[in-house]
T-cell receptor
Framework: DTEVTQTPKHLVMGMTNKKSLKCEQHMGHRAMYWYKQKAKKPPELMFVYSYEKLSINESVPSRFSPECPNSSLLNLHLHALQPEDSALYLC????????????FGQGTRLTVV | AQKITQTQPGMFVQEKEAVTLDCTYDTSDQSYGLFWYKQPSSGEMIFLIYQGSYDEQNATEGRYSLNFQKARKSANLVISASQLGDSAMYFCAMRRWIARQLTFGSGTQLTVLP
C-alpha cells in the first residue's frame, strides 16, 4: 500500500464555516506534511509533523490549525478562511524527514466563498 | 538558501519521441537529494525518480532517467518514448540531508502531441 488518502476531494466553504481536511497513510511513515498549491504554481510548505510532533510551521495564519492524532492520520482544521485561501491542499508523507522521497495524496480542492 | 530553477514553462513533444526537462539547482550543501514529480490535471503529485548527491550512477525508473551533472548542478529528467498520458506538469525538487521540506522548482508543463 503506497497510498496517501485525502478527504474530501473537493470542498466549498463560507468564510464563517469550520471544516477539516483529512489525510491518512498506512505505510509506516513517520513524517507528514501539509502543502498549499495555487494554480500554475509549485506547492508551498505549510506544516511538517515528525513522529506526531509539529516540527515546522511556515508562518501559517492561525485560521489553519494542524493536528496529528496518531502516526497514520493528519488533519487540517479550517476556520474563518478568506477567499485567497482557495487552493489545492496537498498532504504528503515520507519514511522520515531526512533524505527520502515524499508520497503525496490527490489533494483537496478548496474554494472559499 | 536552496533554489531550484526550471527554465521551460512549457514543452511540446511528439508521441513516441524522447524529451528532456531541464532543472538546475543551487546549494552549498554536500549532501542532498533531487526528486522529480509529475502532476496531472487531477492534482496528485506522483513521485517519479530520485537522485542522491553521492550517487555516481544516474537514476533510472522505467522510461524515466535523470541526467545528473553534479559539477554543473543540473538534474534533467529524460522521458523516453513519450506517451499521451505523460502530458502533465513536472516539478523538480530538492531536499537537503538535514532539512525536512522539499524545495520545488516552478514546474514545466509538458504536452505530448499525437
Amino acid at each position: 500500500d503506497t497510498e496517501v488518502t485525502q478527504t474530501p476531494k473537493h470542498l466549498v466553504m463560507g468564510m464563517t464555516n469550520k471544516k477539516s481536511l483529512k489525510c491518512e497513510q498506512h505505510m509506516g511513515h513517520r513524517a507528514m506534511y501539509w502543502y498549499k498549491q495555487k494554480a500554475k504554481k509549485p506547492p508551498e510548505l505549510m506544516f511538517v509533523y515528525s513522529y506526531e510532533k509539529l516540527s515546522i510551521n511556515e508562518s501559517v495564519p492561525s485560521r489553519f490549525s494542524p493536528e496529528c492524532p496518531n502516526s497514520s492520520l493528519l488533519n487540517l482544521h479550517l476556520h474563518a478562511l478568506q477567499p485567497e485561501d482557495s487552493a489545492l491542499y496537498l498532504c504528503a508523507s515520507s519514511l522520515r524527514t531526512e533524505n527520502t522521497e515524499a508520497f503525496f495524496g490527490q489533494g483537496t480542492r478548496l474554494t472559499v466563498v | 538558501a536552496q533554489k531550484i530553477t526550471q527554465t521551460q514553462p512549457g514543452m511540446f513533444v511528439q508521441e513516441k519521441e524522447a524529451v528532456t526537462l531541464d532543472c538546475t539547482y543551487d546549494t552549498s550543501d554536500q549532501s542532498y537529494g533531487l526528486f522529480w514529480y509529475k502532476q496531472p490535471s487531477s492534482g496528485e503529485m506522483i513521485f517519479l525518480i530520485y537522485q542522491g548527491s553521492y550517487d555516481e550512477q544516474n537514476a533510472t525508473e522505467g522510461r524515466y532517467s535523470l541526467n545528473f551533472q553534479k559539477a554543473r548542478k543540473s538534474a534533467n529528467l529524460v522521458i523516453s518514448a513519450s506517451q499521451l498520458g505523460d502530458s502533465a506538469m513536472y516539478f523538480c525538487a530538492m531536499r537537503r540531508w538535514i532539512a525536512r521540506q522539499l524545495t520545488f522548482g516552478s514546474g514545466t508543463q509538458l504536452t505530448v502531441l499525437p
